[in-house]
């Protein structure tokens, strides 16, 4: 449930992209959305077919790239992926410290829009 404040703010922003370029149909609005976000991809694009009736962007679809999480050590600034998926790569392959901050993987962000 909680994909649906996030689409409505998608869509704002499409919608008001869509009018200030002229644009006649949205057809596709691209996303990045980190492993980390627990957004469902087939919750989003329910809820923005809903939200989407009788716009621009009716009809279009969303197309989500997932980003990977990546880290980087705070004891060496070496940068590398996170599996959470098997939980392997928690140390830093340099220097072996489990210390790190997050670089990307986390939230959702909108790349591009599709229209005509």
Known sequence: ?????????????????????????VRAIHLKIGELS????????????YCSRGTLAEGSRLVIEKVPV????RECGHEFPLDLATGENRFCPKCNSPKYTLVSGQGYFL???EAI
């Open 38 to 49: 627990d957004l469902e991809e087939e919750w989003m694009q329910r809820y923005f077919d």
């Open 1 to 25: 449930m909680h994909e649906l404040p996030v689409i409505e703010k998608i869509l704002r922003i499409v919608l008001l992209r869509a009018r200030d370029s002229g644009v006649e149909e």
């Open 70 to 73: 990546r880290v980087r050590c």
């Open 111 to 113: 790349e591009s829009i």
